[in-house]
């Protein structure tokens, strides 16, 4: 049974799969984003100075008819540039 959940489960390219907890009615997985950096949606410029980080639970859907709920290991990042407001 774990074989064929594992085969359905969506692909999530740009990020690092760090957790999958199956039950009865859910599967969970828990995912980190796989960059580094960001970009600074003012300036554009890039920078891997991280403020802060937090979770995100967010209701994907269902695989193998279990409800699919994933928890987002998310960060905020501090732009870097001199010259961005
Ligand atoms: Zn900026």
């Given amino acids: 049974m774990a ?10 390219p740009d990020f690092d799969l760090t957790a999958v907890t ?3 009615e859910i599967i ?3 995912l980190r984003p796989s960059s580094a ?6 300036c554009h410029q890039p920078t891997t100075r991280i403020h802060s ?3 995100r639970t967010l209701a ?3 695989v193998h008819r279990r409800q699919l709920l994933l ?11 001199p010259l961005c407001g």
């Fill in 37 to 42: 950096s960001a970009f600074c949606p003012v």
């Fill in 28 to 30: 969970g997985l828990g």
């Fill in 53 to 55: 980080r937090y979770s």
């Fill in 71 to 81: 928890r987002v290991a998310a960060r905020k990042f501090v732009c870097v540039n």
């Fill in 3 to 12: 074989g064929t959940i594992a085969s359905r489960l969506p692909d999530f």
């Fill in 22 to 24: 199956v039950a009865t």
């Fill in 60 to 62: 994907d859907g269902s």
